[in-house]
């Protein structure tokens, strides 16, 4: 399950990612509602951006093509997966901890036993932790490439994306910290 501080940080996230679609940063000195990087440094590299710093030219190349590449990926959901998490509804977040492995002692494989400094493979086959990430590395990308581009297409996408995992009824994840 999705631990209450991962529940908030992302609570929080969607929180500021609307805040920032419906509030845009038209001005290179205001400073943007960010909760990572720090916003005087973002600041300080739009304006650097702005006079023409090829080292920032180059990065922002680079952020665009992430970001262009994050626009025709697909949305992800904690619904997109084959097996169902113990509590039987799809829209529970699952996961497994990566040292626990199923016990070759029972029928069941049940309880699981501990391997201490060994990743159980079944951790990315059956969790919903890739999915996860990459939604959270999309948002990011499309989120700082929206800011220091001012493309509409870019915070569009990231809204969608956190649209598709929070509040789609049909996608959404259950809220709750069971």
Do not use: C
Not at 41 to 52: A, P
């Amino acid at each position: 399950m999705l631990r209450p501080t991962l529940l908030a940080f992302f609570g929080y996230f969607l929180f500021a990612a609307g805040f920032a679609v419906l509030n845009p940063i038209t001005n290179a000195s205001e400073s943007p509602p960010v909760f990572v990087p720090q916003p005087t440094y973002l600041t300080e590299s739009k304006k650097r951006l702005q006079s023409g710093d090829p080292a920032f030219l180059a990065a922002l190349d680079r952020l665009t093509r992430d970001a262009d590449r994050a626009l025709k990926s697909a949305t992800f959901s904690v619904t997109h997966k084959e097996l169902l998490p113990p509590s039987r509804d799809k829209h529970d977040y699952m996961s497994l901890a990566p040292y626990w492995w199923p016990n070759p002692n029972t029928s069941n494989s049940l309880p699981y036993v501990r391997r201490d400094g060994e990743i159980n493979p079944e951790r990315d086959r059956t969790s919903d932790r890739k999915r996860l990430d990459q939604l959270v590395q999309a948002v990011k990308t499309l989120g700082l490439a929206y800011y220091f581009t001012g493309r509409e297409e870019y915070a569009v996408h990231a809204a969608k994306l956190m649209r598709v995992w929070f509040l789609d009824e049909t996608t959404k994840m259950n809220p709750h910290l069971r």
